[in-house]
């Protein structure tokens, strides 16, 4: 969908919204080749396992918390629930790899480009607009859980 084809009050609101600045973090370093390392996968589809914990869709600023999906979660399986109506949502309906590509990391394991896959991965609601919950107390769990599954990569798939 193009900006122009949003609703006005959308484009509005785009328009008005208070952009945040963000210094850049520096960057990590890989300390081993990427065939050795493992690999997790982290959305912002706002994707649910069955019988997760939905997202709350009316938390004023956004739900800031995540999900985690095991990585032998059928992708057929897994409930779309992003708040935010921006942008089409057929083709990851149609398949879920679109936004979160799990079958596809592991075809790439499975042929020598990663190591291994994480055993679990992560789904973040996005259109977070009051940020600061995250930044303070789950994005630093999400972080520690995937330090204690001996993650090296995290693949982002932001929608």
Known sequence: MRADELP???R???ASYHWRRVS?????????????????L????????????????GRLGGDP????????TALSELDLQ??????????????????FPLDRLKTIANGGGVGTVAPRHLSFMG??????RLRKEHAPAAADL?????VDVVLLAPV
């Open 146 to 150: 995937l330090a204690s599954d001996a």
């Open 24 to 40: 850049p973090v520096p960057a990590a370093t890989l300390r081993k080749p990427l065939p050795e390392c493992r690999v997790a």
């Open 8 to 10: 006005l009050w959308e």
């Open 127 to 132: 259109s977070i607009t009051a940020p600061a």
């Open 82 to 99: 992003h708040r935010s109506q921006a942008f089409d949502r057929s083709a990851v309906a149609a398949d879920a790899n679109v936004a």
């Open 12 to 14: 509005t609101l785009i």
């Open 42 to 57: 982290v959305t912002t589809a706002g994707l649910v396992p069955p019988g997760a914990r939905p997202f709350d869709l």
């Open 65 to 72: 918390t995540f999900r985690v999906i095991p990585a032998d």
